[in-house]
């Protein structure tokens, strides 16, 4: 089994106040506090890509920042390849473990390649020069994130999904076997989200190493994940920590309870969320691939419930014929199907039909 390089044991995060009173906070035996979750006991091993998901304000940010040492614990320890990270020197953490935030950092004039250079700091004396291999690591860096092609320009006059590439390459050049990453996909389109999460991927396998990421992406988290951390707020003033591979999560439901909210529902086949479709009517579709997927879609979108192969009710048949598709609509048992040739026309009618049956 792969060495575990950073671990929590009955670790409380959250606030103190230096106030005896302040609203929100509790006297406790750590004084006057907010706690956000307790009794957090984690593993992270080498080579492992975590995702760490949570509703807002279920306390991702706070242990984020208490996993990098920048955030006191309230009680219990973090502990970086064994040793508790508050009693070790700052410059010996920044060898073991790096820090990616999602906040846009003050770097002035600075070019992208002194940013990323800056990522060897905890290398370099204090005059901050870089030697010959130095340099090789800050150019690797930059190639393996696809930076190259803006690292003369200046970090401020860069798009946001740029400067998150070039602020994991920093990361990257500081060459720690633990990257943990605040939201590094927030603000970026879709292809750009992509590339990041493929490319901490690619960290974790090819390199070895651990890598802890807090995102709102449901989605790319159950598809990337080796394993995810879940902070689900427990119906009390703090939240449960939940550490399982996705699958699991989907299957116990633990997603489902940290994310429902009225409106919207869990669906465990496609691991996503969706608008719920409570008193909508029945439709059977009888129909196969990627044709039947969509048309199911545009018919929940429409506010049906759809009944895979259901031919005794009010459904829908798909024709494919020499690659071209067309749908009969057969509006109850023993009706005359209705041919549309394309499935805009068939919700058109399908729309007719429901607003027909609600005015009856
Ligand atoms: N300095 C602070 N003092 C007191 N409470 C704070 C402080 N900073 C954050 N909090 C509270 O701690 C809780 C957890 O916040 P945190 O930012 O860690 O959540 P999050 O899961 O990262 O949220 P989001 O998904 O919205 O970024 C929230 O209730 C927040 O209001």
Redesign the pocket.
Known sequence: MSEHVLQTRSLSIG?RSAKRKSA?FSRSAHGTC?V?ADKIELDLAAGELVCLL??????????MRTLAGVQKPLGGSVLLKGKEVGKQHPKEIAKLMSLVLTERVMTGNMSVYALVALGRSPYTGWMGRLSPEDETIVRQAIETTGTRRFSHRHVGDLSDGERQKVMIARAIAQDTPVILLD?PTAHLDLPNRLEIIQLLKTLAQEQGKAVVL?T?ELDLALQAADRIWL?NPSGGSSSAMVAAIPESLVLDGHLEHAFKRNGFEFDPFSGSFRLSRQGVRQIGLVGEGITAYWTQRALERAGCMVIPGASDIRHIEIETLNGEHKWKYVSGEGCRPVEKESLDELLSLVNESQNEGKER
């Open positions: 606030y929100g907010k956000i949570g509703p807002n304000g279920s306390g991702k940010s706070t242990l939201e807090s709102h902070m």
